[in-house]
């Protein structure tokens, strides 16, 4: 068993300057590069915390080599909560590859691939504080599912919802592990299966579903598979809370992608984004929009280079920046091959704003996951090799963007109380959903709660402090 060092933790503060073209120069600061002994090659995208520090996994290493959950502050002060144990039959479970979640009750909801009693995944909740409970554990022959990847979401009904990548019903492309599921499960554990891939003939639905679920302000959600469909390279669809799926899009056809690589996230415009990990004119993957009706198009065509691409390829996804544009990472391309930083305009006008490992030892890491950004206005994120321990980082990356205050959820009807996430709120003097005042009650200096005000319409939040006015990075969408 590896020795635990939690007072190891090599803080880097590494200023990396990357000269981005039409734009002002972008500053990557690496936080932390793990040493195994706090983790090691982290995958899944951080998440936010109410309290202002950010939450994370790693797929391996910790006290038992079966990975890790950390938090870390904006400064680069990480500590491990949990070190998953190494072994197959993990009762908690093992090796986790997807993000985690805040669920409304302030506990972490996430998932583990292995582990359980038949080593197929667990999922589990977390309190801040580190304690880790089990909610339920994927079983062989079940029709529940196996091994899930993507990161959960909490529905507007309080529970949460996922995808397992393979089990449930045997089906002709995957007779043997099956091609995943959907499924939901209470903040208390209570299991229930909502979909089977690969029901329909010649697996027209999908199958082996890889990214989590984005719902909708309507209710429904919206998601990916990775195979199946009419060419084999996977579906984007539709799903009711109750089970009833509906195909948009098909992969594979006249070179529209193949694999959606991370969850699809609503645009400003209404429209649903995302990017392919391969596929497109040059097979290095894709940016697409996709109308809720189902219109596919494609934005952005990764390029094929013998040596280096310098917009990258292979890219991760997206998140819109509080400036209406978007950013994503590449796994490889750029200056080294080792990864990319792009922003990209609504009309698809790409500029790769940072190349990783374009020093040597790749002390700012390489291959990056898909950063969030932060409620101060910088991005974070994760890289799964390169560092001082060739482990992977956490890193910062600044592209000049204002602070703002983000609505979780970012919908609901009049009377429903709603987090809002910012940075110096205490104070706060007002807020306001598109101009109609709300009652609000601050809980800490990054964390605020409002009610939604009768009369209230779709628009931008904003909170005015001692300091300034922040505004929402999104519409808040009022439903009936």
Aim: charged share 10%.
């Amino acid at each position: 068993m590896m020795k635990h060092r939690l007072g190891k933790i090599s803080v880097l503060f590494i200023v990396c300057i990357a000269a981005a073209i039409g734009a002002s120069a972008q500053t990557l600061t690496t936080l932390v590069s793990f040493d195994t002994s706090n983790g090691a090659s982290p995958i899944g995208p951080l998440v936010q915390s109410t309290n202002g520090n950010f939450y994370g996994t790693t797929s391996s290493g910790g006290l038992n080599g079966g990975g890790t959950i950390f938090k870390i502050t904006s400064a680069g002060q990480l500590r491990t909560l949990h070190s998953f144990c190494g072994q197959t039959t993990c009762p908690q479970g093992a090796f986790p590859s997807a993000g985690l979640v805040q669920g409304a009750d302030g506990n972490f909801y996430g998932t583990t691939y292995f582990g359980g009693a038949d080593n197929l995944g667990t999922i589990f909740k977390m309190s801040p504080s580190g304690t880790l409970q089990r909610l339920y554990q994927f079983l062989s022959f079940s029709l529940d599912g196996a091994n899930p990847v993507g990161s959960l979401v909490q529905g507007a009904d309080g529970n949460f919802y996922g995808t397992a990548t393979a089990g449930g019903e045997n089906g002709e492309s995957c007779p043997d592990a099956g091609c995943g599921t959907l499924f939901k499960i209470s903040p208390g554990g209570k299991f229930t299966l909502i979909y089977t891939f690969c029901r329909l003939t010649n697996c027209v639905d999908g199958g082996l579903p890889q990214t989590g679920l984005l719902q909708a302000p309507n209710g429904d959600f919206y998601g990916s598979t990775n195979l199946g469909g009419l060419y084999g390279s996977g579906t984007i669809f539709v799903i009711t809370p109750v089970g009833k799926l509906t195909t948009l899009h098909q992969f594979g056809e006249f070179g529209f992608g193949s694999s959606a690589t991370s969850s699809l996230i609503l645009g400003t415009d209404g429209n649903l984004y995302g990017t392919t990990y391969t596929g497109g004119t040059h097979n290095k993957g894709q940016v697409f929009q996709l109308t809720p009706n189902g219109h596919f198009q494609t934005l952005y065509n990764f390029k094929y280079c013998p040596q280096s691409c310098t917009d990258g390829s292979l890219p991760n996804g997206l998140v819109q920046g509080n400036d209406g544009n978007f950013y994503g990472t590449t796994q490889q391309g750029g200056a080294a091959n080792e990864g990319t930083i792009f922003m990209m305009t609504l009309a698809g006008q790409l500029t790769t704003l940072y190349s990783f490992c374009v020093q040597t030892n790749c002390p700012d890491g390489s291959w990056p996951a898909l950063p969030i950004q932060s409620t101060n206005g910088n991005f974070y994120g994760v890289t799964s090799g390169g560092g001082a321990n060739k482990d992977g980082t956490v890193f910062s990356f600044s592209a000049d963007l204002a602070p703002f205050v983000e609505a979780s959820p970012n919908y609901g009807q009049a009377g429903r109380t709603v987090k809002i996430l910012g940075n110096s709120l205490t104070g706060t003097i007002s807020v306001t959903f598109n101009g109609t005042s709300a009652a609000f009650t601050v809980l800490s200096d990054t964390h605020l709660e409002a009610t939604v005000p009768a009369g209230a319409t779709t628009g931008t939040i904003q909170v005015t402090t001692p300091s300034g006015t922040l505004a929402s990075d999104v519409g808040f969408q009022v439903t009936q």
